[in-house]
């Protein structure tokens, strides 16, 4: 992407309205609901830790 | 006789907002004194023992696990109280409010929302980069709220989206208003020629609350974060975002809110505002007096404070409206002068010092460089000098400023914006200390805040007057709310709240401080040195 691409990217989202995804905490879908924003919530919570580390341990076997 | 009991949910995880409203309802059962469900973080801890909920049990939970606390009135139903807590903690958050908009994975709300152009992320800090890149790869914008992120993983996230033309805004972002809509913690603003790049959080709320009341308004608001203007960000976002507000139609003039950069990212960003064409306020909260280069002199101008941010761009935008804009948001030297020597007639002669408990760092942080110069050495927990750092941050000593959103206090908590709990705790405590003469507060209404943080502090004040009362002496309330008229909570009606409980309210937080400051010194400072102060800080 060229710089003046870049440039025109970053400046489209000021020209555009908002559509929002929220992840995590709740309350700031709700705020944005509230000032008529488009928002989609996710319900996100961290994967299991065991998973995780076995992940970990996975990646550095691989 | 009441009792106390613990019950340890091992590896048990709900964020620290649920887990708030979960101790509101616990609260409320048949039969319930006390109540709080928290982390087991070393700050909750402290804090169940401060309010007489820890047991042994408690105190042997690791920060993974969860503490459900209860004072009960009556032992025999202690058991049956805390298998009803447990049974609200078991039910799965606010099951019964399923809705259509809502998702379990980035990728299914990507794919019901595949023209989303920004992503408000807020997940534990570990797990931040995975999110945000899942964004980024999808061409979305992001304000990252989330702390506690890697700094590599700052660097990688903020040179990935760079290179694509896409912001990271954060992480540790705790405000940003983008097409005048307020994202996570901000305010209802107008909208108008001030495009405002700030590397700290209530910084970008004050600047804006106060564009709003002095009429310009607010064209963007980025907050990029406080580590992007360190060496090992290299002010990456600072420098994308400036040159899209120099681009950007709508902005006249681009205040930058920061603490003083890292020297090498401050010459990269004075040579990109050196290629631009527009006006800029730089609000560098530091120890040291920035002074731009002599060939920018009549494009960046300086500013000490917050405060006299506004009052700049005010003067540069629309000299004319300078007189009612200081009406409005700024008191004379003789003003300040006068009603602190009114109140300082209440104070004993041992009643010398400062305590001001804030919830905004930025906002701790520009009192602490008035106090600096009008008061001399001031404790904290977030000190400008390591000398006057607090021994115990939970305990204040001398004149102490304490920023009570640092993470000793908020590790496993909400934020104090939103939980006004350890605050009000701490309002109770330092009006038992017979030397304290002044207690300032400050209130950050908006979006994400409490919803009415005045009244669920106002208890507390009254205790505190009670207390000091009982041994003949009259604590000095001072309060800024930080917010506009439009703001969810309304800053008149909170103002009003506080007035009307005696506690004298100010403008803007630069103005509380030196207020605070003449207060204590009961009229005894230099005036040679009160006229430099209030030039630096105050005055345009």
């Not at chain 1, 710089?3 to 709700?30: C, D, H, P, W």
């Not at chain 1, 989609?40 to 691989?62: C, F, G, T, Y």
């Not at chain 2, 700290?200 to 804006?208: F, I, K, R, Y």
């Not at chain 2, 009603?339 to 602490?368: D, N, V």
Request: glycine share 8%; aromatic share 6%; net charge positive.
């Amino acid at each position: 992407m060229s710089q003046e691409e870049a440039m025109e990217r970053r400046l489209k989202l000021f020209r555009s309205e908002l559509k929002v995804i929220n992840v995590g905490l709740e309350t700031f879908y709700k705020d944005l609901a509230r000032q008529g924003v488009k928002v989609v919530h996710v319900r996100w919570s961290p994967p299991p830790k065991l998973e995780k580390e076995l992940e970990e341990a996975l990646d550095k076997l691989l | 006789m009441s009792i106390v009991r613990n019950l340890v949910k091992r590896n048990f995880f709900r964020d620290s907002l649920q887990l708030m409203q979960l101790s509101e309802e616990a609260k409320k059962l048949p039969g319930v004194v006390d109540a709080a469900i928290v982390m087991g973080t070393d700050t909750n801890k402290e804090l169940l023992e401060r309010l007489g909920l820890l047991t042994d049990e408690g105190a042997s939970a690791s920060e993974n696990d969860m503490i459900l606390a209860v004072r009960v009135e009556d032992e025999a139903r202690v058991d049956e109280v805390l298998q009803e807590i447990e049974s609200l903690v078991l039910k799965p958050p606010e099951e019964a409010e399923v809705r259509e908009e809502e998702y379990y994975s980035v990728e299914s709300a990507l794919e019901s929302m595949p023209d989303a152009n920004l992503a408000v992320v807020s997940v534990p800090g570990e797990y931040a980069r995975d999110v945000a890149m899942k964004f980024l790869e999808h061409g979305v914008h992001v304000h990252l709220f989330s702390d506690h992120v890697p700094i590599e993983h700052e660097v990688e996230l903020k040179r990935y989206a760079s290179s694509r033309g896409l912001f990271v805004l954060g992480p540790g972002a705790g405000t940003s208003i983008i097409n005048g809509k307020a994202i996570a913690f901000a305010n209802s603003v107008r909208r108008g020629p001030v495009g405002i790049v700030a590397a700290a959080g209530t910084g970008l709320q004050e600047v804006s609350v106060l564009l709003d009341s002095v009429g310009l308004g607010v064209s963007q608001g980025l907050g990029i974060g406080g580590n992007d203007v360190k060496k090992e960000v290299g002010g990456i976002m600072a420098r994308d975002s400036i040159l899209a507000l120099e681009r950007d139609p709508k902005t006249k003039l681009i205040m930058i809110v920061s603490k003083p950069p890292d020297k090498e990212v401050l010459d990269r960003l004075t040579q990109v505002v050196g290629e631009g064409k527009k006006t800029y306020v730089a609000c560098f909260l530091g120890k040291t007096v920035y002074r731009p280069p002599k060939r920018l002199s009549m494009r960046i101008y300086p500013a000490r404070s917050l405060h006299k941010a506004v009052l700049q761009a005010v003067k540069l935008l629309r000299p004319k409206k300078l007189p009612t804009a200081r009406k409005k948001i700024s008191m004379k030297l003789s003003e300040l002068r006068s009603l602190s020597l009114k109140l300082s007639k209440k104070l004993a002669p041992r009643q010398r010092y400062i305590r001001a408990l804030y919830t905004g760092g930025t906002l701790m942080y520009e009192s602490l460089l008035i106090y600096r110069q009008l008061v001399g050495g001031v404790y904290s927990n977030a000190p400008l000098d390591e000398r006057y750092r607090l021994p115990d941050p939970f305990k204040s000593m001398r004149h102490s400023v304490i920023d009570l959103g640092e993470e000793v206090f908020t590790a496993g908590r909400p934020h104090p914006m939103i939980d006004p709990t350890l605050r009000k705790l701490r309002i109770v405590e330092e009006a038992g200390d017979p030397e304290v003469a002044v207690i300032t507060l400050d209130f950050v209404l908006g979006y994400g805040a409490h919803p009415d943080p005045v009244g669920a502090t106002l208890d507390a004040i009254e205790e505190a007057r009670e207390r000091a009362a009982e041994d003949g002496r009259e604590i000095i309330f001072m309060a800024h709310v930080c917010g506009t008229r439009r703001d969810p909570q309304g800053l008149r009606e909170q103002e009003a709240k506080l007035r009307k409980a005696g506690v004298v309210t100010f403008p803007t937080n630069a103005l509380m401080a030196f207020a605070s400051a003449l207060v204590v010194k009961k009229g005894k400072i230099r005036s040679d040195k009160l006229r430099k102060a209030y030039k630096e800080f105050i005055e345009v």
